[in-house]
T-cell receptor, first 113, second 116 residues
């Protein structure tokens, strides 16, 4: 069965450093992979989308990579700020996942000043 | 341009009662998704609807749960005879396109259901 794994432990980093979050999946290869940010008590907010034939996507301080051989996506936040503290969710769509988003459990990021 | 509106934000029900959760998608969006989230867990897909049609309900429990998205009005997620295990945050999302590169989903703030 499909399985999506994100770091279950919170990631604590110092302000100004680069945060790297991991999303691994097994079995099925998605056509698209998305990253969302979720703050406590709120709904997720879309950040970036990457297709299976793209290796990297950037948006301001954010960068996403997608390696279909390793079945892994990495999400980077450069020059991190305390305001980046949140839970980050990866979501897969397409291929055997069908026409819906399948979410990982998320990784909590804490950026300390 | 209002975002996805969900109401109520908090809903308390006793076991055996019915819960009705409402979701108004963003203007111009005809695709609606419902998700359930338990504490420290990810979002679990429940159902995908377009106007007047259920496209994918593979994540919906077979009993007590139903969803609709009528031609006029909000989408409704209905839970009959609630049990304590139904306590969770329920999120609605809408999208202008149902699949693919443009299937970016816009989420509401959620409804937190507590079953006593």
């Amino acid at each position: 069965s499909q399985k999506i794994e994100q770091n279950s432990e919170a990631l604590n980093i110092q302000e100004g450093k680069t945060a790297t979050l991991t999303c691994n999946y097994t079995n099925y290869s998605p056509a698209y992979l998305q990253w969302y940010r979720q703050d406590p008590g709120r709904g997720p907010v879309f950040l970036l989308l990457i297709r299976e034939n793209e290796k990297e996507k950037r948006k301001e301080r954010l960068k996403v990579t997608f390696d279909t051989t390793l079945k892994q996506s990495l999400f980077h936040i450069t020059a991190s700020q305390p305001a980046d503290s949140a839970t980050y969710l990866c979501a897969l769509e397409g291929g055997e996942y069908g026409n819906k988003l399948v979410f990982g459990a998320g990784t909590i990021l804490r950026v300390k000043s | 341009n209002a975002g996805v509106m969900q109401n109520p934000r908090h809903l308390v029900r006793r076991r055996g009662q019915e819960a009705r959760l409402r979701c108004s998608p963003m203007k111009g969006h005809s695709h609606v998704y419902w998700y359930r989230q338990l504490p420290e867990e990810g979002l679990k897909f429940m159902v995908y609807l377009q106007k007047e049609n259920i496209i994918d309900e593979s994540g919906m429990p077979k009993e007590r749960f139903s969803a609709e998205f009528p031609k006029e009005g909000p989408s409704i997620l209905r839970i009959q005879q609630v049990v304590r295990g139904d306590s969770a945050a329920y999120f609605c999302a809408s999208s202008p396109f149902g699949f693919g590169v443009k299937n970016i989903q816009y989420f509401g703030a959620g409804t937190r259901l507590s079953v006593l």
